[in-house]
């Protein structure tokens, strides 16, 4: 069993940037983060595999956010720029067995409990 504690939310003004933190006990092959806002399904925001770093975002996070892994750590991390009211969610971490990037959150095994990011003025 693997377990996956995630770190960094908080609170922050439209514009301003957070990094969230993912530090995961054991071995796997792809990292994943989702988020879910009140009322709304859960969704994928980004993954990354970690033995090539290939990273793979959605479309409304494309170009604002990073997601990146330190391997020796076995952390994975989620930089957040130039971030919206709308990102406004709670976040989680997610883990594969498996190496490929997938959007589906019942593909991934194990999951964080969360961490709230609230983006307000």
């Known amino acids: 069993q693997v377990q996956l504690v995630e770190s960094g939310g908080g609170l922050v003004q439209p514009g301003g940037s957070l990094r969230l933190s993912c530090a995961a006990s054991?071995?796997?092959?792809?990292m994943g983060w989702f988020r879910q806002a009140p009322g709304k399904e859960r969704e994928f925001v980004a993954a990354i595999r970690w033995g090539n770093g290939r990273t793979y975002y959605a479309d409304s996070v494309k170009g604002r956010f990073t997601i990146s892994r330190d391997n020796p750590k076995n952390t994975v991390y989620l930089q957040m720029n130039s971030l919206k009211p709308e990102d406004t969610a709670v976040y989680y971490c997610a883990a594969r067995r498996d190496y490929a990037l997938v959007l589906d959150a019942g593909e991934y095994d194990y999951w964080g409990q969360g961490t709230q990011v609230t983006v307000s003025s």
């Open positions: 054991g071995r796997t092959y792809a």
